[in-house]
């Protein structure tokens, strides 16, 4: 029972710390010096072949969850210590408090009219030209990242947190972060960056449906309605490009019932989202909505992980005494 307490309550403690201390931007946060490193090894790797890119993967995700797997063994015989460095882990691997706090930004800035502000704000939170965009454009933008973010800055690392501890924190954060960094479409990554694409698009296929559930169960939270919510997830939520993105974005369309999807500009790249939900587009107002539920479901998701990681953790190994009490005489 110690240890299967020792995983629930450091993610419970990781998020609270997420809560009090967010995502510093610094060059010594671990995702930031994991990152550096694989900016390494792609330097020495890349190449126009799938196999280079796996090879790519295999690397620096390996090497996390080797990690990962090296703190669970240093601290098995600590419950204590397993909770520290679980809550550290999970801290670092949250986002979260962070994407709340941008998404509060972007709606002050266009509820007070400033556009300027918006703009040069957005890249925080995607990776769409923001130069051109109207402030509808804006919040549609931002309730859109929002709502996909959820799942994979909170719900996902939660959930293979409760099912692999430590080592399955580092994973994913490794997965979620390499898809970012080489897992786009571009001239450059639309070989080599297959591998982490196609990876990231599997550790988030349940935390991504996970997140949809819960927003639609918790629409009453931001004045919508979970029937309504629950029929535009099952209508749209399979037309988004992504196998994942669409499940939440749609989510959020019903609960807070406004209509994303459109045209997206990507610095020149364009690319045309299918139409999710009904209602009119979204506005600043909405964007405060929208953070609300995000930070709804990121506390259920929380409490889900927690129980489930007591439910499903098991002991280490048994003491001498429960051994011997276990022989066959």
Known sequence: MRWRSGRALGLVAGVALDAVFADPQSRVHPVALFGRAAAAVERRLYGQARARGVVHVGLCVGSAAAFGIAAERLTRRSPSARVVVTAVATWAVLGGTTLGREGAFMANALESGDVAAARARLPHLC?????????????RATVESIAENTSDAVVAPLVWGAVAGVPGLLAYRA???????????????????????????????????????LACALAPLVGGSSRNAAAVLRRDGHRHPSPNSGRCEAAFAGALGVRLGGRNDY????????????????RGGDISRSVRLARAVNLS????????????????????????????P
Do not use: I, Q
Not at 267 to 282: F, Q, S, Y
């Open 127 to 139: 990776g769409r030209d923001p130069s051109a965009l109207s402030e509808g454009e804006l919040a």
């Open 175 to 213: 997965v979620n972060t390499l898809d970012a960094m080489v897992g786009h479409r571009s001239e450059r990554y639309e070989v080599f960056g297959w591998a982490a694409a196609r990876l990231d698009d599997v550790a988030n296929y349940l935390p991504a449906r996970l997140t949809g559930v």
């Open 267 to 282: 610095g020149g790249r364009v690319e045309h989202r299918p139409e999710l939900g009904d209602g009119p587009r979204p």
């Open 301 to 328: 998701a929380a409490a889900l992980a927690a129980a489930s990681a007591w439910a499903l953790g098991l002991p280490l190994g048994l003491p001498r005494h429960r051994k011997d009490r276990l022989r066959v």
